[in-house]
């Protein structure tokens, strides 16, 4: 079908869909709209995130409920406060002609009562959050016992989230005959298994393959050391003077740390994470589709909102958790029948999962490189060519004209050329003329590698990395999980920075690259946890098993050390200095020096806006982490 008219859509949305600028559904919309439209039926549609899945869902809905009743008829449930909203606003836009038509969001972080009191005004669709839908429910303020219609957005996230038990909960209390619609973007088992619970005999759509990226985007991946992670980050910005980007951490305080360090090296960039108000976030992302923030760093569950054609990047500056994820990172740019590049940040110890995501997506990442000093200063030089070539002459200037004209009266065309266009080459010359090479040689891309106690994941060779003992296992209640977050906390590293954990009774084995040794072996020379010393020496066992360890030089030997109570690092170390033996803290040879908001700060130009709202930090714990997920409500 090529029209909007054609998949039976009455005149009310038709006029709507015009004025929207839609010329022909997206095929998701193809498919899904007229089986909605024909029969009352549950429904299972996959399609990659920017495919059009609000409205497909969206027309059928506004069409066959009843706007002149009160009651509640369709219910949306979504994953975050950002989708939550941003579906609310399109149904909105769809059913503008729709005379008495009341669409309410529910979700966390505003207020209840308020919410409360627009549903029972008449709300014929509610769009809702897991979490504050449940606890709506639980104190009567919401009823959704005569709903028709029951919408499942996002499935996948959701379920990955934890939201599995509110989700039964919440449903636990709608008619049983009611039509179940579940949208997502990925079928794992968990989606499969709630669609068995809660559907009878579904249609299923796909549009593409189950799981397979779009092909608008290109993957792009970076091999790096660890350490110098940051440092590329701020080449590949560099060599995009236009980048407008979503930037991916796996966790709140990542996201927060590394937007901080982007916004005191003067990029415009911001963070987005669950730790942020709801004024917070809708700041930041109003400044973000305003393009005031040219790079968006965000955790997966916040960035599930983020509904922006123009995204030209992702950029995984550490690669999630599940590779399911990817698919959804990546959909964020290539939206709207626009092409975009996913790019991915790696260490030789993560990749495998590349490997792991090619399957998945059904398509090839390709290896480039970290641009060096001469390609930035020629891009950026042009990029500035260009910028004033196609710029629009204000004529508010010519009563200058005079003075300025004889500010350059014994200055050549060639020499004036030169002169404008060094205040801003110079910068980036003088940053990036004694950088040094970030790139990692990918010697080990399709080789063989030992398979590992961390859960059976493959990791890098260990060639250019050192074992460690360590002296707690199971009986402090760690797990080879547990335990690598818990070092990945403490030390402030990445997550694929600790592997080959193997943990014993009472003492545990790990790897981490050579570089990082120094700064491992400084962090546990006197670290006291739970009323004991934890102690970490370089072991001669290269493979986890229980030979001797080599006594670190100055140690004490074995954690026989004094006593003493167990102090947060922040009070062991003193606040001026660097962390470990006078490196800066990020570790990054390109790392550029804080920068005043005056024009004539030194490393790159970049203009400081800010993103607006308070960021706060996120602290770290010593106990163990668990693995329960967290809801973002």
Same mark, same amino acid.
């Given at each position: 079908?090529?029209?909007?008219?054609?998949?039976?859509?009455?005149?009310?949305?038709?006029?709507?869909?015009?004025?929207?600028? !839609?010329?022909?559904?997206?095929?998701?919309?193809?498919?899904?709209?007229?089986?909605?439209?024909?029969?009352?039926?549950?429904?299972?549609?996959?399609?990659q995130?920017?495919?059009?899945?609000?409205?497909?869902?969206?027309?059928?809905?506004?069409?066959?409920?009843?706007?002149?009743?009160?009651?509640? *008829? @369709?219910?949306?449930?979504?994953p975050?406060?950002?989708?939550?909203?941003?579906i609310?606003?399109?149904?909105?836009?769809?059913?503008?002609?729709?005379?008495?038509?009341?669409v309410?969001?529910?979700?966390?972080?505003?207020?209840?009562?308020?919410?409360?009191?627009?549903? %029972?005004?008449?709300a *014929?669709?509610?769009?809702?959050?897991?979490?504050?839908?449940?606890?709506?429910?639980?104190?009567?303020?919401?009823?959704?016992?005569?709903i028709?219609?029951?919408?499942?957005?996002?499935?996948?996230?959701?379920?990955?989230?934890?939201?599995?038990?509110?989700?039964?909960?919440?449903?636990?209390?709608?008619?049983?005959?009611?039509?179940?619609?579940?949208?997502?973007?990925?079928?794992?088992?968990?989606?499969?298994?709630?669609?068995?619970?809660?559907?009878?005999t579904?249609?299923?759509? #796909?549009v593409?393959?189950?799981?397979?990226?779009?092909? *608008?985007?290109?993957?792009?991946?970076?091999?790096?050391?660890?350490?110098d992670?940051?440092?590329?980050?701020?080449?590949?910005?560099?060599?995009? $003077?236009?980048? !407008?980007?979503?930037?991916f951490?796996?966790?709140?305080?990542?996201?927060?740390?590394?937007?901080?360090?982007?916004?005191e090296?003067?990029y415009?960039? =911001?963070?987005?994470? =669950?730790?942020?108000?709801?004024?917070?976030?809708?700041?930041?992302?109003?400044?973000?589709r %305003?393009?005031?923030?040219?790079?968006?760093?965000?955790?997966?569950?916040?960035?599930?909102?983020?509904?922006?054609?123009?995204?030209?990047?992702?950029?995984?500056?550490?690669?999630?958790?599940?590779?399911?994820?990817?698919?959804?990172?990546?959909?964020?740019t290539?939206?709207?029948?626009?092409?975009?590049?996913?790019?991915?940040?790696?260490?030789?110890?993560?990749?495998?999962?590349?490997?792991?995501?090619?399957?998945?997506?059904?398509?090839?990442?390709?290896?480039?490189?970290?641009? /060096?000093?001469?390609?930035?200063?020629?891009?950026?030089?042009?990029?500035?060519?260009? %910028?004033?070539?196609? #710029?629009?002459?204000?004529?508010?200037?010519?009563?200058?004209? #005079?003075?300025?004209?004889?500010?350059?009266?014994?200055?050549?065309?060639?020499?004036?050329?030169?002169?404008?266009?060094?205040?801003?080459?110079?910068?980036?010359?003088?940053?990036?003329?004694?950088?040094?090479n970030?790139?990692?040689?990918?010697?080990?891309?399709?080789?063989?590698?030992?398979?590992?106690?961390?859960?059976?994941? /493959?990791?890098?060779?260990?060639d250019?990395?050192?074992?460690?003992?360590?002296?707690?296992?199971?009986?402090?209640?760690?797990?080879?999980?547990?335990?690598?977050?818990?070092? %990945?906390?403490?030390?402030?590293?990445?997550?694929? /920075?600790?592997?080959?954990?193997?943990?014993?009774?009472?003492?545990?084995?790990?790897?981490?690259?050579?570089?990082?040794?120094?700064?491992?072996?400084?962090?546990? *020379?006197d670290?006291?946890?739970?009323?004991? !010393?934890?102690?970490?020496?370089?072991?001669?066992?290269?493979?986890?098993?229980t030979?001797?360890?080599?006594?670190?030089? @100055?140690?004490?030997?074995?954690?026989?050390?004094?006593?003493? /109570?167990?102090?947060?690092?922040?009070?062991?170390?003193?606040?001026?200095k660097?962390? !470990?033996?006078?490196?800066?803290?990020?570790?990054?040879?390109?790392?550029? $020096?804080?920068?005043?908001?005056?024009?004539?700060?030194?490393?790159?130009?970049?203009?400081?806006?800010?993103?607006?709202?308070?960021?706060? $930090?996120?602290?770290?714990?010593?106990?163990?982490?668990?693995?329960?997920?967290?809801?973002?409500?």
């Amino acid at each position: 079908m090529n029209t909007f008219k054609e998949l039976g859509l009455n005149e009310d949305l038709l006029h709507a869909i015009n004025d929207l600028g !839609f010329e022909t559904p997206s095929d998701v919309q193809a498919k899904a709209i007229p089986i909605l439209l024909e029969k009352d039926t549950d429904l299972v549609a996959l399609a990659q995130t920017g495919t059009g899945k609000t409205a497909a869902f969206g027309f059928p809905m506004l069409q066959k409920i009843d706007i002149n009743s009160r009651t509640t *008829q @369709g219910l949306i449930l979504s994953p975050t406060r950002e989708l939550c909203l941003q579906i609310t606003n399109e149904l909105k836009l769809y059913g503008k002609y729709c005379k008495g038509l009341n669409v309410v969001a529910i979700y966390g972080g505003a207020s209840i009562s308020e919410q409360a009191r627009d549903v %029972k005004r008449g709300a *014929q669709i509610v769009v809702a959050t897991p979490g504050r839908m449940k606890d709506m429910i639980k104190r009567n303020m919401v009823d959704i016992s005569k709903i028709e219609y029951a919408v499942l957005d996002e499935a996948d996230e959701m379920l990955n989230m934890g939201f599995y038990e509110d989700i039964t909960d919440i449903l636990s209390h709608s008619p049983k005959d009611k039509s179940t619609w579940l949208f997502s973007a990925t079928m794992p088992k968990e989606v499969s298994n709630i669609a068995k619970k809660f559907m009878h005999t579904p249609v299923e759509i #796909t549009v593409g393959n189950k799981n397979e990226g779009t092909n *608008q985007v290109s993957h792009e991946y970076y091999l790096v050391n660890s350490r110098d992670r940051y440092s590329a980050l701020k080449r590949l910005a560099d060599a995009n $003077p236009d980048i !407008f980007s979503v930037i991916f951490c796996r966790t709140k305080r990542d996201t927060q740390k590394v937007a901080e360090q982007l916004i005191e090296d003067g990029y415009n960039a =911001g963070a987005l994470h =669950g730790d942020l108000s709801q004024n917070q976030r809708d700041m930041v992302m109003n400044s973000f589709r %305003k393009k005031q923030i040219q790079m968006l760093v965000a955790t997966d569950v916040a960035a599930r909102g983020i509904d922006v054609d123009d995204i030209t990047h992702v950029i995984n500056y550490q690669l999630p958790d599940e590779p399911e994820i990817y698919t959804h990172r990546s959909g964020r740019t290539g939206r709207a029948g626009k092409t975009g590049i996913s790019m991915v940040i790696v260490s030789k110890s993560e990749i495998r999962k590349i490997k792991s995501i090619e399957r998945i997506i059904n398509q090839k990442f390709e290896l480039k490189q970290i641009p /060096d000093s001469k390609d930035i200063c020629e891009v950026q030089l042009f990029s500035l060519a260009n %910028k004033v070539h196609n #710029t629009e002459i204000n004529h508010e200037i010519d009563q200058y004209l #005079t003075s300025i004209n004889a500010l350059f009266e014994d200055t050549s065309k060639e020499e004036l050329i030169k002169k404008f266009f060094s205040v801003e080459f110079t910068r980036f010359y003088n940053y990036y003329k004694k950088s040094q090479n970030l790139n990692v040689t990918d010697s080990s891309r399709g080789g063989d590698r030992d398979r590992d106690s961390d859960g059976g994941r /493959d990791y890098g060779s260990s060639d250019n990395s050192s074992r460690y003992f360590i002296n707690v296992g199971k009986k402090d209640g760690y797990d080879w999980m547990s335990l690598k977050d818990f070092l %990945k906390e403490i030390l402030e590293l990445g997550r694929d /920075d600790v592997f080959k954990v193997d943990v014993k009774e009472s003492f545990s084995f790990f790897n981490a690259e050579k570089e990082l040794q120094e700064k491992i072996l400084a962090f546990f *020379q006197d670290f006291k946890h739970n009323g004991r !010393f934890v102690n970490v020496e370089v072991s001669e066992d290269k493979g986890g098993g229980t030979s001797r360890n080599k006594r670190r030089s @100055g140690s004490g030997g074995g954690g026989r050390r004094s006593s003493g /109570d167990f102090k947060p690092r922040g009070e062991r170390r003193s606040g001026g200095k660097s962390d !470990f033996g006078g490196r800066d803290r990020r570790g990054s040879g390109d790392s550029k $020096p804080r920068r005043s908001s005056s024009s004539d700060s030194s490393g790159p130009n970049r203009k400081d806006r800010r993103a607006k709202g308070d960021f706060k $930090p996120v602290e770290s714990s010593f106990s163990p982490p668990r693995r329960s997920r967290r809801k973002d409500d």
